[in-house]
């Protein structure tokens, strides 16, 4: 285990605390900021709520309707899911009732509905689904009922860009709800805010546009952060606005952090560590030479206390999974590209202390699945690299490494070799379940001694399978983000995993 050292930060750092804490004292407010609001933008009224005949969902063209689910037991404890990773934005949930073991025949289809192209997944709350993707030269935003598929209303706005590396032209980041709104960041830039109610449009900004933006990897990836009244949006700017926030019910820009680290692939999440809430904004997209690592800033101002570097060493790399807490005071990244994983410690003083790191334990995008005082998780690069390992979180030595692999039939005949190389990790009722990149589906028990895999099934065959599942009041929801080799077409698929 390696000693503890306190991370080396910049005179900008100092400058910017000082700045913060002279503007405090002299009873001034943020506005003083020295990022202005280029365009604030113009906010639209709600309109008044609508009667049930005109609310009614409707069935769409590419929905396929198969059957109702169970009933919900009454004794069931559900939970909504407004953002990528879950209500408490680490990949869990506190469901119960659900299945031990999948169906002889396979897990039960409820709905499925073709979609447009995106890496996104669905958000649940209030009794609506809102799924983002792009549709030949639109964004769009789909609210639909979640236990039929079937569409209350739909918002789109045109949108031009190609990835430059191959990947698909749809967005990238999952919308988020809050306070019966709507927040999608585009793969151009475009942050929106919807009413949930209705698909109306309360405001809009172009941020590529207003703002000086860094180019790119893949377009403007990690999720927006809604907390306390702001969303919170990382950025990277030519001016080093590296951290935006805005009033999530105008839009107009509250504060900006400075820092030249540009936004990542990780989305920012909020963590309660030496007693207060703290922002964790893992950054490093594009820049040459690269550079990135974790901010921990205070949500309230824009303050930022501390920076520790950590991103690979190669121009065409990026920071992806989003940082775990654990416990009261310190924070597990990790990047793949050789890079590994580090345990951050914030000590009393608001500043990083290393506590240990491993070059093995680095995820290329999904996040580690904290489980008494274990990380789990898929490190690895590309589909070949990966493996399944369990990292004690006193130690940093790795308890145990596995890589299962088993054969696939299809109804052609052809078998495959299957594994779930770069998968995610969700863990609701006293177990977890593993999200294997091709579409496998596994239910297990974790522990530091090993794995003990219950079940498996195979969803279907298809790559680039790469969204967590979601899961609400006892459905699971899957993204198919590529055809599969039956012939489908990228699709969400609503399954009954009610016991």
């Known amino acids: 285990m390696l000693s503890p050292r306190p991370c080396p930060f910049r005179l900008s750092h100092l400058f910017q605390g000082g700045l913060v804490l002279g503007l405090t004292l002299l009873g001034l407010s943020l506005s003083a900021d020295p990022f202005p609001d280029p365009a604030p933008p113009t906010v639209s009224a709600a309109p008044a709520p609508a009667t049930e005949a005109t609310s009614a969902p409707v069935a769409i063209p590419g929905l396929t309707?198969?059957?109702?689910?169970?009933?919900?037991?009454?004794?069931a404890v559900t939970a909504a899911w407004p953002r990528f990773l879950g209500p408490t934005d680490n990949a869990k949930s506190p469901e119960t009732h659900l299945l031990d073991d999948f169906p002889e025949e396979g897990l039960k289809?409820?709905?499925?509905?073709?979609?447009?192209?995106?890496?996104?997944?669905?958000?649940?709350?209030?009794?609506?689904?809102?799924?983002?993707?792009?549709?030949?030269?639109?964004?769009?935003?789909?609210?639909?009922?979640?236990?039929?598929?079937?569409?209350f209303w739909s918002y789109r706005y045109p949108v031009a860009y190609t990835d430059r590396y191959g990947f698909n032209g749809g967005p990238r980041?999952?919308?988020?709800?809050?306070?019966?709104?709507?927040?999608?960041?585009?793969?151009?830039?475009?942050?929106?805010?919807?009413?949930l109610a209705s698909g109306t449009k309360l405001w809009q900004r172009h941020l590529a546009t207003?703002?000086?933006?860094?180019?790119?990897?893949?377009?403007?990836?990690?999720?927006?952060?809604?907390?306390?009244?702001?969303?919170?949006?990382?950025?990277?700017?030519?001016?080093?606005?590296?951290?935006a926030a805005f009033d999530q019910h105008s839009g107009r820009l509250l504060w900006g952090t400075r820092h030249p680290w540009n936004a990542s692939y990780a989305s920012p999440v909020i963590a309660t560590l030496q007693g207060e809430e703290r922002l964790l904004v893992f950054g490093g997209g594009e820049s040459d030479p690269p550079s990135g690592g974790?901010?921990?800033?205070?949500?309230?101002?824009?303050?930022?206390?501390?920076?520790?570097?950590?991103?690979?060493?190669k121009f065409e790399s990026v920071n992806g999974a989003t940082p775990v807490a654990v416990g009261n005071d310190s924070v597990f990244i990790s990047a793949s590209?050789?890079?590994?994983?580090?345990?951050?410690?914030?000590?009393?003083?608001?500043?990083?202390?290393?506590?240990?790191?491993?070059?093995?334990?680095?995820?290329?995008?999904?996040?580690?699945?904290?489980?008494?005082?274990?990380?789990y998780g898929f490190p690895g690069r590309?589909?070949?690299?990966?493996?399944?390992?369990?990292?004690?979180?006193?130690?940093?030595?790795?308890?145990?490494r596995i890589d299962p692999d088993w054969t696939v039939s299809l109804p052609s005949g052809r078998d495959y070799r299957m594994k779930y190389l770069r998968g995610c990790l969700l863990h609701a009722d006293g177990r977890t379940y593993a999200l294997g990149e091709l579409g496998s589906l596994g239910i297990m028990h974790l522990?530091?001694?090993?794995?003990?895999?219950?079940?498996?099934?195979?969803?279907?065959?298809?790559r680039s399978t790469w969204s967590l599942p979601v899961l609400h009041r006892g459905l699971l929801y899957i993204v198919q983000h590529e055809p599969d080799m039956d012939g489908h077409a990228p699709r969400l698929i609503c399954y009954d995993f009610r016991k």
Request: contains cysteine; proline residues 7%; charged residues 20%.
């Open 109 to 151: 289809k409820v709905w499925e509905l073709e979609k447009g192209i995106s890496y996104t997944s669905p958000v649940i709350a209030g009794g609506k689904l809102v799924i983002f993707n792009r549709f030949e030269n639109d964004e769009v935003v789909q609210c639909l009922d979640p236990e039929t598929g079937k569409q």
């Open 65 to 75: 309707y198969h059957g109702p689910p169970k009933p919900l037991s009454p004794e």
């Open 294 to 313: 974790l901010l921990c800033i205070d949500p309230a101002t824009g303050a930022l206390h501390d920076a520790f570097p950590w991103r690979p060493d």
């Open 447 to 462: 522990s530091s001694a090993g794995v003990e895999e219950v079940d498996r099934t195979q969803l279907f065959l298809a």
């Open 173 to 195: 980041a999952s919308a988020v709800l809050d306070s019966g709104k709507v927040y999608t960041l585009g793969v151009t830039s475009v942050l929106t805010c919807l009413d």
């Open 210 to 243: 207003e703002f000086p933006l860094a180019t790119y990897f893949f377009g403007h990836g990690s999720c927006p952060l809604v907390h306390d009244g702001k969303v919170i949006v990382p950025m990277g700017t030519t001016d080093n606005l590296s951290v």
């Open 382 to 400: 590309n589909e070949p690299d990966a493996w399944f390992a369990a990292y004690s979180v006193e130690t940093g030595e790795e308890a145990w």
């Open 337 to 375: 590209y050789g890079k590994g994983g580090v345990l951050l410690h914030l000590n009393a003083d608001l500043k990083w202390e290393e506590r240990w790191q491993s070059s093995d334990f680095g995820m290329h995008w999904t996040t580690p699945l904290l489980l008494d005082g274990v990380l």
